[in-house]
C-alpha cells in the first residue's frame, strides 16, 4: 500500500510542473496577443479573461499539492508506522530471548552490549525499514516519471540537466559517511559519558566518604571537553551538508536555464519547458541527495542486523523437560554431584551428595569460594551440573519444565537486588495472583522483620525504592528480598547468606520467624555465620567444592574441624563486640 501512496503521490507532484509549463506558455502568447488589442475595446475583457484563466491554473496546482500533501501522509502512515510496529515487534522479541537465555550467557556480555543492540541497534535496523525504504522507493517512483516526461520534451536539455545529480548524490553519499563516522565517534563518547555519572551518583557515598568530589570532577570535566571536541567536529562536517546541497541544486538550475535559453531560441523547447524542467530539478535534487543517506543508512542497518542476530541465534544451554510434572512436597536428593562453570578447568563442586526429605531443613557453610552458593544456583538450574544428578520429588530436576521448578522455589540471594518501583511492588514481584491481598504482604513482611521499617515510611507500602533500594540500607534490603520470599509461600525455600547485613538482634528476631516457617517447608539455609543454621536438621560443611563435614550443629561443634574453629571464632568476635 506504501508503494502505490508513492506512485499515486508523485504523479500528482509531475502535473503541477506540467500546468506552470502550459500557464507560461500561454501567458507568454497571451501578452503578444494583448499588445495587438491593447488600443481597442477588447483588451478590457482580454485582461479580465486572462486573470481568470491564470487564477484558474493557480487553483489547479493548488489542488494538485493538495492531493500529493494528502497520498504523501497516507505514505509515511503506511511505511512509516510499519517501521515503527516493526521496531515495537523486534525489541519485544529480542527482549523475550534475552530472557530465555541461561545465566553463561549474562556473564559473557556486558548489560551496555546488551542495552546497546535493544535500542540503537534495532532504531538503526526501523531507519532502514521505513525512511530508507520510503526515499528508495520515491527515488525509483520519480525517476521514472520525471525522467519520462523530461526526455519526451526535450533528451539533450534532460542529459544537462541531470549532469550535475551523480556528482551530488558522490558528494552526499561521502559527507554521510563521514558523518557517521564521526557520530559513532560522538556516541561512544556520550555513552562513556553517561557510565561515568551513572557510576559517580550510584557510588555517591563512597565518593562523599573520601572526599574525592573535586578529583571526579575534574575527570568529568577532561571526558566532557573531549566529548565536546568530537561534536564541534561532528557540527563542522554537518555544515558542509546543506551549503553543497544548494550549490549543487543551483549549478543545476543555471545548465537548465542556460542551455534551455539556447534550444528556446533556435525553437526546439518554450520558456514554459524552462520553468518546468526547473522544477523537475527541484524534485529529483532531494531523492538524489537522499540516495547518499540511504546507502549509509542500508551500511549500518546491515551491521546493526548482523549484531542482533548473533544474539538472536544463541540458544539456552538450559532446557526443561517436557513434563507438566510439579513440586509437590519438596524432597531433594543429589548423587555425586560435580560442577565446573563455564570456561573453567576448576570443579566448583566435586562428588556432592545428600538427601533432604520433604519439610526437613539443610544448612551449608564454609569458608568464601568453597561452593555454597553454587549449590543454590544449581537447584534453580541457573546452570546445568557436569556430572551426577539432582532429583526433587523422584524425578530428575531435567524433566521438569523451568517455569514449575522456580515457581515452587523461594530464593533469596546472597545480593539482595530491589526495583526501582514501590515497596510493594517489590514484595510482590514474585506472585502469580495479580494485586494479592495486603494482608498476605504483611505478613511475608513481619516474618522477614521489616514491617515496622515500611510502615514507618511515609508512604509506607506506595514508598518508591532508589535504583536497587540505594535509598535502604544493606539490611534493609535484605529483609525486603526475604519478604518477597516468604509472601511466595514455596514449597522449597533456599536463603544464601541473606542475614549477612543485619545485626545480632534482629537476626535473632528473623530466625524465630524461620524456625516457624521451616515447619512442613523444605529449606535451605546457606551461610558463613553459625548462629543462622543451628535450627537445621542437617549440616554441610564444605571446603574447596567438597563435603568435609555433616552432622547436626550439636554434633559438629563437638568434633575438632572447620566447623567448631568457625563456631569458636564467631563466638569470640561476639563476646569482643559485648
Request: avoid cysteine; charge should be negative; aromatic fraction near 8%.
Amino acid at each position: 500500500m506504501g508503494i502505490l501512496f508513492i506512485i499515486v503521490s508523485n504523479i500528482f507532484a509531475i502535473y503541477p510542473a506540467q500546468v506552470i509549463r502550459v500557464a507560461l506558455d500561454m501567458v507568454s502568447d497571451s501578452l503578444a496577443q494583448y499588445q495587438l488589442l491593447s488600443n481597442t475595446p477588447a483588451s478590457g475583457s482580454y485582461q479580465v479573461l486572462l486573470g481568470r484563466t491564470i487564477l484558474i491554473f493557480g487553483v489547479v496546482v493548488l489542488v494538485l499539492a493538495l492531493a500529493k500533501g494528502l497520498f504523501l501522509f497516507f505514505t509515511r502512515q503506511t511505511i512509516i508506522v510499519m517501521s515503527r510496529l516493526i521496531e515495537y515487534d523486534l525489541k519485544n522479541e529480542i527482549y523475550d530471548h534475552y530472557q530465555s537465555l541461561d545465566l553463561a550467557f549474562f556473564k559473557k556480555n556486558s548489560t551496555g552490549d546488551l542495552m546497546n543492540r535493544i535500542s540503537e541497534d534495532v532504531s538503526r535496523v526501523r531507519m532502514y525499514l521505513g525512511p530508507a525504504v520510503m526515499y528508495t522507493m520515491n527515488l525509483i517512483v520519480l525517476f521514472i516519471l520525471v525522467i519520462g516526461v523530461m526526455l519526451t520534451v526535450s533528451p539533450l536539455l534532460t542529459f544537462y540537466v541531470l549532469l550535475p545529480l551523480p556528482l551530488l548524490s558522490l558528494s552526499i553519499y561521502y559527507v554521510s559517511n563521514i558523518i557517521n563516522v564521526k557520530s559513532e565517534r560522538v556516541q561512544k563518547h556520550l555513552s562513556g559519558l553517561s557510565t561515568f555519572v551513572q557510576e559517580s551518583f550510584a557510588g555517591i557515598r563512597v565518593l562523599k566518604a573520601f572526599t574525592l568530589e573535586q578529583e571526579r570532577t575534574q575527570d568529568f570535566s577532561e571526558a566532557s571537553s573531549k566529548y565536546k571536541e568530537v561534536s564541534l567536529d561532528l557540527a563542522r562536517v554537518n555544515a558542509l551538508f546543506m551549503p553543497l546541497m544548494i550549490l549543487l541544486i543551483g549549478v543545476s538550475t543555471i545548465i537548465t536555464v542556460y542551455v534551455g535559453g539556447r534550444l528556446t531560441i533556435t525553437g526546439e523547447v518554450t520558456t514554459g519547458n524552462i520553468a518546468e524542467f526547473v522544477i523537475y530539478v527541484n524534485m529529483l535534487t532531494w531523492p538524489v541527495a537522499a540516495l547518499g543517506w540511504v546507502t549509509s543508512i542500508t551500511q549500518r542497518a546491515a551491521a546493526s542486523q548482523k549484531r542482533i542476530n548473533e544474539f538472536l541465534n544463541q540458544s539456552s544451554e538450559i532446557i526443561g523437560g517436557d513434563s507438566n510434572i510439579k513440586i509437590e512436597s519438596g524432597e531433594i536428593e543429589w548423587k555425586n554431584v560435580s560442577f565446573k562453570y563455564p570456561d573453567s578447568e576448576v570443579f566448583a563442586l566435586e562428588n556432592i551428595s545428600f538427601k533432604l526429605k520433604a519439610g526437613e531443613s539443610l544448612a551449608i557453610t564454609g569458608r568464601t569460594g568453597s561452593g555454597k552458593s553454587t549449590i543454590a544456583q544449581l537447584l534453580l538450574r541457573l546452570y546445568d551440573i557436569t556430572e551426577g544428578s539432582i532429583r526433587i520429588d523422584e524425578h530428575d530436576i531435567k524433566e521438569y519444565k523451568l517455569s514449575n521448578l522456580r515457581r515452587a522455589m523461594g530464593y533469596v540471594p546472597q545480593d539482595a537486588f530491589l526495583f526501582s518501583n514501590t515497596v510493594r511492588s517489590n514484595i510482590e514481584f514474585g506472585l502469580e495472583t495479580q494485586n494479592p491481598r495486603l494482608d498476605v504482604l504483611k505478613k511475608a513482611a513481619d516474618d522477614s522483620d521489616i514491617l515496622n521499617t515500611i510502615q514507618e515510611f511515609e508512604k509506607e507500602w506506595e514508598t518508591k525504592l532508589g535504583e536497587r533500594g540505594v535509598n535502604l540500607s544493606g539490611g534493609q534490603k535484605q529483609r525486603m528480598s526475604m519478604a518477597r520470599a516468604f509472601a511466595k509461600q514455596p514449597v522449597v525455600l533456599i536463603l544464601d547468606d541473606s542475614l549477612s547485613a543485619v545485626d545480632t538482634e534482629t537476626e535473632d528476631r528473623i530466625l524465630r520467624n524461620l524456625d516457624r516457617l521451616m515447619k512442613g517447608r523444605t529449606t535451605i539455609v546457606i551461610s558463613h555465620r553459625i548462629s543462622s543454621l543451628k535450627q537445621s536438621d542437617n549440616v554441610l560443611v564444605l571446603e574447596e567444592g567438597q563435603v568435609i563435614q555433616s552432622g547436626d550443629h550439636q554434633s559438629l561443634i563437638k568434633q575438632e574441624g572447620l566447623y567448631k574453629q568457625l563456631y569458636e571464632q564467631q563466638q569470640l568476635e561476639q563476646q569482643m563486640q559485648e
